[in-house]
């Protein structure tokens, strides 16, 4: 066991954290495991639209049998740049290594502004959005409070922002059947609204909805919803092509309008709250290039505005940045510049996870594959979480390398790191029962209440 004396700290204990702290603990390696909340399963709770039940589960439990590895060590609610200051566990711990693994939970700024002003009054980021949708309704929930309006726009155009619109009909139609005394739940309603209501015998049109409307800078084919092969004309009409029916089966399945070729370029206000977008119409070049296309613009009036445009790495004092991101050594297994012994992993890498990489996962870039993400995207993103897993597991050699070149902490510094984890883990009530802290803190499933309420859950 030539890294038996090591110890790790990860930062983040989700797909990525987890992955790489099996890896390394199946070595020998003695990983301790940091995680800002009382579970650690990252977007894969949070995120991922709580509709994907039985994915999620799959994946947590993966999760759970990877942090319990006899050399994994959790400490749950401890956030790194609040309840430990990242330079002081970088250069005074000891550590061998230290693994950033804190996924990307910053949304992307709307580039309008004096937006950010309206954040709960009109406006609302993806990241809070989804925390909501997928938690309120717990019965002791307390974070965001979003009220979903009809008429609502969502400015993206990726997977995230279907996944926004998809949440907002859902909400929408589920309200508007109850008060026709017409029970569904959102188990049925992610089969299709268009399902649900020709089982009613209704239209869309009767329920007297306007739906909500996504806006998206370039063109629909363009939408980055499945991979590009570019490496011809015709893979890349293919491409456009899939892209193009992925988007407009969503649309015919959840009844949301896509407007294309629009960027936000400033906000309608009304008294202390945020009243819309004012949106300027764009073109593509022929070269690919976007064009804002000057005095085009146009107000669009809206209840609420969603903004899904990505996610970045949250800033963590200490920790050197480069524009959104985090400064790596280029080419060096994603070492944070000025520490040698701090690396990033995961979507705390680019602040997303990449489709490309998962499609090298064994899938070719068909039609089936386009309509597995909204059909059965269970599948898609089992896939692409799995070539997340394969990223990590395959970079960690290098980061092993240079392991195996460092001393390994002596064993006085490996006391006191212990010693000091425990303090961290008493400090928040763990008692390194891993399992049963889990079962205290895994909030109440809405398929859970669906079933206690008799109604079928999914
Ligand atoms: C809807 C959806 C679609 C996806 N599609 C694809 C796809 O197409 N292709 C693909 O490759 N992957 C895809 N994935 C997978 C995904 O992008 C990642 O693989 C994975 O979910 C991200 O894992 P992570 O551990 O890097 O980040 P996260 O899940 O964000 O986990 C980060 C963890 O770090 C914790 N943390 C954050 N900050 C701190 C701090 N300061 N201190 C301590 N802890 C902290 C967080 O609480 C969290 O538990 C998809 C995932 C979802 C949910």
């Known amino acids: ?158 997977l995230a922002s279907i996944d926004v619109c998809k949440a907002i009909m859902m909400t929408l139609v589920e309200e508007r059947l109850r008060q026709r005394g017409i029970e569904t739940h959102l188990f049925e309603l992610d089969k299709g609204i268009d399902r649900v209501l020709q089982a009613h015998g209704l239209s869309f049109e009767e329920l007297g909805l306007r739906g909500c409307t996504l806006y998206y800078r370039r063109r629909i084919e363009d939408m980055p919803l499945t991979p590009m092969d570019t490496s011809t004309p015709e893979l890349l009409a293919k491409a456009r092509a899939v892209r193009r029916k992925v988007a407009e089966n969503a649309m015919r399945k959840f009844f949301f309008r896509i407007e294309p070729l629009h960027v936000p370029v400033d906000k309608i206000v009304e008294g202390d709250r945020l009243a819309g977008l004012v949106f300027r119409r764009t073109r593509v070049s022929d070269e690919g290039r976007l064009e804002q296309i000057p005095g085009s613009e146009r107000e669009v009036r809206a209840p609420l505005v969603v903004s899904s445009i990505g996610s970045v790495p949250e800033v963590i004092g200490g920790i050197p940045m480069q524009g959104q991101t985090y400064k790596l050594v280029s080419n060096d297994c994603c070492m944070v510049e000025g520490f040698d012994n701090v690396f990033a992993i995961g979507n705390a890498v680019t602040g997303r ?97 669906l079933s206690r309420e008799g109604s079928v859950a999914h």
């Open 1 to 158: 066991m030539p890294y038996r004396d090591h110890v790790v700290a990860v930062f983040g204990g989700a797909v990525s954290g987890a992955e790489a702290a099996w890896q390394l603990a199946q070595r020998g390696v003695r990983v301790v495991v940091f995680e800002q909340n009382a579970l650690p399963y990252g977007k894969i709770e949070d995120g991922l639209p709580k509709w994907h039940v039985r994915l999620r589960d799959r994946e947590e439990a993966r999760i759970d049998e990877k942090l319990t590895h006899p050399n994994v060590t959790f400490v749950p609610c401890t956030r790194l740049g609040r309840d430990l200051d990242f330079e002081d566990v970088a250069r005074n711990w000891g550590f061998s290594a230290i693994l950033l693994a804190t996924g990307a939970w910053r949304d992307r700024p709307l580039p309008v502004p004096g937006i950010d002003d309206y954040v709960g009054k009109g406006l609302v980021y993806q990241n809070a959005f989804m925390y909501w949708f997928n938690h309120m309704h717990e019965p002791d929930y307390d974070g965001p409070q979003v009220t979903i309006e009809d008429g609502a726009i969502v400015v993206g155009g990726g």
């Open 353 to 449: 996870g990449n489709i490309n990489e998962s499609m090298k996962h064994g899938r070719a870039v068909s039609e089936a594959l386009a309509e597995l993400y909204l059909c059965d995207s269970d599948q898609a993103i089992g896939d692409g979480i799995r070539a997340t897993e394969d990223r990590i597991a395959g970079g960690l050699p290098r980061i092993l390398r240079r392991l195996g070149r460092r001393q390994p902490p002596d064993e006085a510094t490996r006391r006191r790191i212990f010693e000091r984890v425990k303090a961290l883990q008493q400090k928040v009530g763990y008692d390194g029962n891993y399992h049963d802290w889990i079962a205290r803190h895994k909030p109440v499933r809405l398929e859970e209440l």
